[in-house]
């Protein structure tokens, strides 16, 4: 397997999406791929593109010659494959074992109903989006969230409209 | 030859078996979910393990192979108890609705627990809330109900070569979808319903339209024709507990008139009528070089299969309707007319062994100057249905004969319901067209049985006619690709979506195994060799049609009513 590389993909900025040519042309660097491939260009294609795209998906499987009903599956399968263009801001969710003791699943939940999205998608306006990862290397911190980079730790439920709010004022003061 | 023990006594077993097939043989009985006969065991339910000497664990019947020796105890504490805990699992997150349930009755995972002796919730899972995917004209499906076995992914890969649906997602998530998370509609799906006939459970059913059929039956003000496809007769006793291959055509023809049927139609009329236009349209490419080989269009499936995934074949589709199309035009504009009835009155509800007619039906270009030619499609399920719901005792009635001129059919056309039927029958009537005689044996034998590719070589006068005909679009796909790989010496491919034909279709009853399907063959054969009017030429009605109204085959008002045209579908494939 390629390189695993989550992260990468998520410090793209938004708005880089890869139109039908550049996927095309990922696909031209592997002329007689197989199916055994099919992770490497999901991964190759996500990188450029900071996420899936359904044209990406039909133009991988009428490279491999697979039904998109399987890339799906297999790229839902994976928690590093998205669907959804990045947010503004990218919030990463720690649910690793220190963060979950410290409750983590309740911040999951409270922002899924703040934002009004599940893991894994995006805000209509395109400012937020939300990933659940694994442990995100800030135990002392748990529970922590990482919002483009910038870490909020120690954090309670009630915390969370402050931070979301916080990152809406930045925008509107951006705007103006 | 293998010698096994299995429960302390000695069975024999082949070489290279699983212990499930060696199991089967010696008839003995272990619960499966997830087996498929003829495909690779999968392994995913493990309700087919049983306890073998010395190994630690149980195994799975399914998939392990036998080995000289082996002692197998099938029902041993440890494997029922593992049976149980799995059943009881499988119910811990799974809906309470049964009462409510299509499958009520007919359930496999209810069937299970209740021979397992489940009737307490020991583990209670939390359910996974999905919505109702109700986007298809012809397929429900209802991933709430869904157990993940994977038949459905593997009928519609493996057997379909469509795959519309796969597992998405992981765990406790997973889930069986379309890419995207879309609806049927705009998938690849063909809406064969072979999904709906390896579904254990009630994640998968049809497009119920009793409503709109009841409905048009109590209205004065609409003339609700019916007509019966080819296979029903010899499949529809099966929902009252008969054995397969009984055929009730005289009694389910008086059912339809209990239930307010003004008249009930013969689908195999409009099958002979359909020969005639194609063995025309195949004897008028073989002499004009037109597009060869020359496909049947009967079975929806493979049209919209043609469709997404061959558009360079549309050409080598014959132009006619499939019958039931036929019938429901001639119906609303040859015969309406005549009787003095409005056609905007007429409502046409066909019974089909099939759920793609239910697609069918609602194909804009398959109607007469806008008028749909099919207004209900009903299943042999839904017919079966709505018999009981009416209180009809099917086994009581006397037989009636059908009506006219609509109901004579000639026993070419009900081969129809079969895989390789229509081909005899094309052939029957081709030989007649181009010598002016009959084939000296009608009989093509190597076109019968159940195999999913047949071929035959057939001499008409000077004329060598190659002709193969397949049934699952797997199949039918392999031999696609041969032709597009330079295959040349073949005219005729008769195409059936279903593997074995309309006989084994998507709307048929469930739960009938091979030998079902084969008792239902036989029972067309028999009707065949029967009767005497064998030939769809030799159809007086089919005939009569064509001096009253028709003309000839192919001619301007045959086009008008009876043909059409395919385009190039884009879906997510």
Known sequence: MMNEQPQETISRQPGQSLNHDNIQAVLAKYPNAQRELLIPLLQEVQEQQGYLSKDAVIQIGKHLKLPTSKIYGVATFYNQF????????????????????????????????????????????GLFSLEVVACIGACGLAPVICVNGEFHGNLTVDDLPKILNQYRNKEKKGDA | MINIEVNGKKIDAREGETILSALKRAMIKVPTL???????????????????????????????PVAEGMKIKTHSPR??????????????????????CERNENCELSRLAAEYGVRERRFTGSRNRYPLDVSSPSIVRDPEKCILCGKCVRMCEEIQGVSAVDFIRRGSRAAVGCAFEQGLNISSCINCGQCIMVCPTGALREKNSLKEVIAALNDPEKFVVVQHAPSISVTLAEEFGVNPGTDVAGAMTAALRRLGFKRVFDTSFSADLTIMEEASELVHRIQSGGPLPLMTSCSPGWIKYVEEFYPDFIGNLSSCKSPQQMLG??????????????????????????????????????GVDGIPDIDAVLTTRELAQLIKEYGLNLGALDPEGPDGPFGIRSTAGKMFGATGGVMEAALRTAHYFLTGKEMPNLKVQSLRGLYGTK?????????????????????????????????????????????????????????????????????????????????????????????????????????????THYSKREVLI
């Open chain 2, 79 to 100: 494997a029922v108890r593992a049976r149980k805990t799995i059943i009881e699992l499988l119910l811990a997150n799974h809906p309470d609705d049964c009462l409510y």
């Open chain 2, 34 to 64: 997830c087996h498929m006969e003829g495909l690779k065991p999968t392994g995913a339910c493990r309700m087919c393990v049983v306890d073998v000497e010395g190994f630690n664990t149980l195994t799975p019947a399914c998939s392990y």
């Open chain 2, 329 to 366: 035009a001639l119906i609303k504009h040859v015969f309406a007319p005549k009787e003095g009835i409005d056609p905007a009155k007429v409502f046409n509800v066909s019974i089909m062994p099939c759920t793609a007619k239910k697609f069918e039906a609602h194909r804009p270009e398959l």
């Open chain 1, 82 to 125: 998205r669907f959804q263009s990045i947010g503004k801001y990218h919030i990463m969710l720690c649910r690793g074992t220190a963060c979950h003791v410290k409750g983590s699943f309740s911040l999951l939940n409270t922002l899924q109903r703040l934002l009004k999205i599940e893991a894994g998608q995006t805000t209509r306006d």
């Open chain 2, 455 to 563: 071929e035959a070589r057939v001499s008409i006068a000077d004329l060598e006619i190659n002709v193969a005909a397949v049934s699952g679009l797997k199949n039918a796909a392999a031999l696609l690709e041969e032709i597009r790989a330079g295959r040349k010496n073949i005219h005729f491919i008769e195409v059936m979506t279903c593997p074995g034909g309309c006989i084994a279709g998507g709307g048929q009853p469930l739960g009938a195994d091979t030998d079902a399907v084969r008792a239902r063959m036989q029972a067309l054969y028999n009707i065949d060799q029967k009767e005497n009017m064998r030939t769809s030429h030799g159809n007086r009605m089919v005939r009569e049609l064509y001096e009253f109204y028709l003309e000839q085959p192919l001619s301007e008002k045959s086009h008008r009513l009876l043909h």
